[in-house]
């Protein structure tokens, strides 16, 4: 979406080594969201942020960790990947009302090797 | 923890047919639902919302809600092979400002 953007697109990494997703919105929304997609599990919430440096565990944190310095961009670190972390990441934001739902961005495959 | 529930699939339909996704949600306390489609390789997008009993259309669409049941549909009139897809339920978390999403169904609508 034109709104929100996801980098990088893809990316081969190896195990142990860190590794940083970003997540940049230009529609000034205070709600975001990192999610990872798997077969046989849907989405799943990792982290989210609803403000700047206010942010909270999702139901599959361990390994991961955030920080948004800016209301715009939303960062998701692998601290040390693992093969288990092989998976596609959205990004999604949010004005935070019930009736807003998100939108996501164009995802990034990330596979550990 | 707070779960939604959905029939993984596939639904084959014909072209034309009518194609029926339901949704079951656990958390009585969930006030609003959204239906988003995801095209293979791509991102989620969001196609339907509703917060009300009953039934809300747009076009082709109709989510139809039933909080005494706790349970969400989407119908989709005059399938097209276009809107083969997989489709998923989501409920939003009043106290988190969160969706909690359902595995989602696979639509396969044949020519």
């Known amino acids: 979406d034109a709104g929100i953007t996801q980098s990088p697109r893809h990316k081969v990494t190896e195990t142990g080594t860190p590794v940083t997703l970003r997540c940049h919105q230009t529609?000034?929304?205070?709600?975001m969201y990192w999610y990872r997609q798997d077969p046989g599990h849907g989405l799943r919430l990792i982290h989210y942020?609803?403000?700047?440096?206010?942010?909270d565990k999702g139901e599959v944190s361990d390994g991961y960790s955030v920080s948004r310095s800016k209301t715009e961009d939303f960062l998701l670190t692998l601290e040390s990947a693992t093969s288990s972390q092989t998976s596609v990441y959205f990004c999604?934001?949010?004005?935070?009302?019930?009736?807003?739902?998100?939108?996501f961005g164009s995802g990034t495959r990330l596979t550990v090797v | 923890q707070k779960e939604v529930e959905q029939n993984s699939g596939p639904l084959s339909v014909p072209e034309g047919a009518i194609a029926s996704l339901n949704c079951t949600y656990s958390?009585?306390?969930?006030?609003?639902f959204f239906w988003y489609r995801q095209y293979s390789g791509k991102s989620p997008e969001l196609i339907m919302s509703?917060?009300?009993?009953g039934d809300k259309e747009d076009g082709r669409f109709t989510a139809q809600l039933n909080k005494a049941s706790q349970y969400v549909s989407l119908l989709i009139r005059d399938s097209q092979p276009s809107d083969s897809a997989t489709y998923l339920c989501?409920?939003?978390?009043?106290?988190?400002?969160?969706?909690?999403f359902g595995k989602g169904t696979m639509l396969l609508v044949s020519p």
């Open positions: 958390d009585r306390g969930s006030q609003s």
């Open positions: 529609e000034n929304h205070r709600y």
């Open positions: 999604a934001i949010s004005p935070g009302t019930a009736s807003s739902g998100y939108t």
């Open positions: 942020s609803y403000g700047v440096k206010d942010t």
């Open positions: 989501a409920a939003w978390n009043s106290g988190y400002s969160t969706l909690t």
């Open positions: 509703i917060y009300s009993n």
